[in-house]
C-alpha cells in the first residue's frame, strides 16, 4: 500500500499570500497518478489537479501542481478567501487507493 | 447537470447491515467506472471499493474487503454498496464518486462526486 504523508497538516496564511502544499508517498510512483482535492466544511470533495499537474477545467490557474517520484507539490499562488478548506492527495498508482491525511489552510 | 445523489445512510447496530444506493443523472453512467469513498467524522477521506464500468470487476480496501459488496445497475443508473457486519469504526459519510473515463483502467482519481449519505454504527 501506498502511505501518503502530507505536509503541513495546517497552513496559516493571510488572502493574498502563497500557498505551497506537499505530499509525499512512501513508494516511488512509475507514473504521475497524484489528484490534488479541495474540501470546504459539510461538502464533498472538488477535484483540482490530476496527473500530478494537469488543471480540471474550471479550476482558477492560480492553483497548480507539479512532482513526480516520490514528492509532490500543490501551490496556490496568491489566496483568495474561498481557497480556505482542507486539501487532500489522492494516489491511483496502485491498488488500494489511498488519500494523504489533508493540510488545512486557514487564516 | 451531471449529478450523483447517495441514500441509505441510517443508524445500524453493530454487526447489521445497511444498503446504500447512489443514483446517477446527465452522464452516460454505463460508460464509467464508479467508486464508494466514506469519510468518518472529523477526518480524512478513505476509499471503500471500485467497479468497473460493466460491473463485471470490482476492489476492495483492505477495512472492507470480505465484508461489503459494491454492485451496479446500469439500466436503472445506480450504484449499490451492501455492508455486512457492520463495525463502529464503519461510522462515517459514505460518498459515491465516478472515475474519468480519461483513465482506462477502474484505478483513477474522482472528477464527480455526490453529496454523501451518513452510516452511523452504534448500539
Known amino acids: 500500500e501506498i502511505v501518503l504523508t502530507q505536509s503541513p497538516g495546517t497552513l496559516s496564511l493571510s488572502p493574498g499570500e502563497r500557498a505551497t502544499l506537499s505530499c509525499r508517498a512512501s513508494?516511488?510512483?512509475?507514473?504521475?497518478?497524484l489528484a490534488w482535492y479541495q474540501q470546504k466544511p459539510g461538502q464533498a470533495p472538488r477535484l483540482l489537479i490530476y496527473g500530478a499537474a494537469g488543471r480540471v477545467t474550471g479550476i482558477p490557474d492560480r492553483f497548480s501542481g507539479s512532482g513526480s517520484g516520490t514528492d509532490f507539490t500543490l501551490t496556490i499562488s496568491r489566496l483568495e478567501p474561498e481557497d480556505f478548506a482542507v486539501y487532500y492527495c489522492?494516489?491511483?498508482?496502485?491498488?488500494?487507493?489511498?488519500f494523504g491525511p489533508g493540510t488545512r489552510v486557514d487564516f | 447537470e451531471e449529478q450523483l445523489v447517495e441514500s441509505g445512510g441510517d443508524l445500524v447496530q453493530p454487526g447489521g447491515s445497511l444498503r446504500l444506493s447512489c443514483a446517477a443523472s446527465g452522464f452516460t453512467f454505463s460508460s464509467y467506472a464508479m467508486n464508494w469513498v466514506r469519510q468518518a467524522p472529523g477526518k480524512g477521506l478513505e476509499w471503500v471499493s471500485v467497479i468497473s464500468d460493466s460491473g463485471d470487476s470490482s476492489y476492495y480496501g483492505d477495512s472492507v474487503k470480505g465484508r461489503f459488496t459494491i454492485s451496479r445497475d446500469n439500466s436503472k443508473n445506480t450504484l449499490h454498496l451492501q455492508m455486512n457486519s457492520l463495525r463502529a469504526e464503519d461510522t462515517a459519510v459514505y460518498f459515491c464518486?465516478?472515475?474519468?473515463?480519461?483513465?482506462?483502467?477502474?484505478?483513477?482519481?474522482?472528477?464527480?462526486w455526490g453529496q454523501g449519505t451518513l452510516v452511523t454504527v452504534s448500539s
Open positions: 513508494q516511488r510512483f512509475t507514473s504521475k497518478f
Open positions: 464518486a465516478r472515475t474519468p473515463r480519461r483513465m482506462v483502467g477502474v484505478l483513477g482519481d474522482f472528477d464527480s
Open positions: 489522492q494516489q491511483y498508482e496502485s491498488s488500494p487507493l489511498t
